[in-house]
Structures are given as structure tokens and as C-alpha cells.
């Protein structure tokens, strides 16, 4: 598989990036649409494992598309949940907007 590293973390940006700008206050359609593309996700991304291990995840524990804060948090917890198993730092998830939308403030 390519650089399971590598493409973790870029993925991990785009995913809290997409979450940090989802609508506050999604239409019916929007939160559909994000549903789809998680669920979608799961089946294409390119690490086996860890695409099996997400889509497992997802059924204990399916996404929160009610809300950018919800979709924030729900993307932290299960990066976490990732975390966790590979033994990294648990994220503080009450940084999720100052690490991936607002910037740290000063
Ligand atoms: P990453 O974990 O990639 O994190 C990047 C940055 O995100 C961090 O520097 C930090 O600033 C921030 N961050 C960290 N935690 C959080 C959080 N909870 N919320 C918000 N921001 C945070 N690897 C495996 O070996 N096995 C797996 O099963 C596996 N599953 C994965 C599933 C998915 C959906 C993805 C996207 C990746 C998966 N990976 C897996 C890769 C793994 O999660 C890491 O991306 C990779 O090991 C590189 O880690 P890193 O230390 O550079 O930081």
C-alpha cells in the first residue's frame, strides 16, 4: 500500500479541515450528502485495515452530520479512537477549531 503514514496525515487534514467548515446549521440535503461521502469514505480509502477498522467505527459509533461542532467533535473521537490504538497522544478535543479553523490564538 502507498505511505500509510504519509497519507494518514494528509488525509487527517482534509478531514478535520472538511469538518471545521461544514454549515452550522446543515439542510436535510447537506447532512444526506456528508453521510454518503463518509460512509463512501470508508469503503475507498486506500489502507485496507484501516478503512475495515473506520467502517466498524462507524456502526458503534455513526457519524454526527447534525452540525459543524458535532461533526467536529465526532471526527476528533474517532481520531482518536485511531490514536489510541497506534498509541499516539490523545487529542484534546476542545482544540479541534483552534487547530483546524480558527488558527491559535496569540
Ligand atoms: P496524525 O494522526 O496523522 O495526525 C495529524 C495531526 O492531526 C496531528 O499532528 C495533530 O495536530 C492532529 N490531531 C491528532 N489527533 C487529532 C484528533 N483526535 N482530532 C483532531 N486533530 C488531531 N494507521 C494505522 O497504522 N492503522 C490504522 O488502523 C489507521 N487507521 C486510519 C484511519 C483513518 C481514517 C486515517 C485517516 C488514518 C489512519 N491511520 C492508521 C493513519 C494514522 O492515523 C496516522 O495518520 C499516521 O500514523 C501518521 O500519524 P501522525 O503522528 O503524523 O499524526
Known amino acids: 500500500?502507498?505511505?500509510?503514514?504519509?497519507?494518514?496525515?494528509?488525509?487527517?487534514?482534509?478531514?478535520?479541515?472538511?469538518?471545521?467548515?461544514y454549515p452550522n446549521q446543515p439542510t436535510v440535503p447537506q447532512q444526506q450528502g456528508m453521510q454518503i461521502f463518509l460512509r463512501q469514505f470508508a469503503q475507498v480509502y486506500p489502507?485496507?485495515?484501516?478503512?475495515?477498522?473506520?467502517?466498524?467505527?462507524?456502526?458503534?459509533?455513526?457519524?454526527?452530520?447534525?452540525s459543524r461542532?458535532?461533526?467536529?467533535?465526532?471526527?476528533?473521537?474517532?481520531?482518536?479512537k485511531v490514536n489510541d490504538l497506534l498509541g499516539k497522544k490523545i487529542f484534546d478535543c476542545s482544540k479541534v477549531d483552534e487547530r483546524w479553523r480558527d488558527g491559535p490564538k496569540d
Open 69 to 80: 461542532a458535532d461533526l467536529s467533535q465526532w471526527m476528533c473521537e474517532t481520531h482518536n
Open 1 to 21: 500500500p502507498p505511505d500509510s503514514e504519509a497519507l494518514g496525515r494528509s488525509t487527517w487534514t482534509f478531514l478535520h479541515t472538511m469538518a471545521a467548515y
Open 47 to 66: 489502507c485496507g485495515h484501516c478503512a475495515s477498522h473506520l467502517r466498524s467505527e462507524m456502526k458503534t459509533d455513526p457519524p454526527r452530520v447534525n
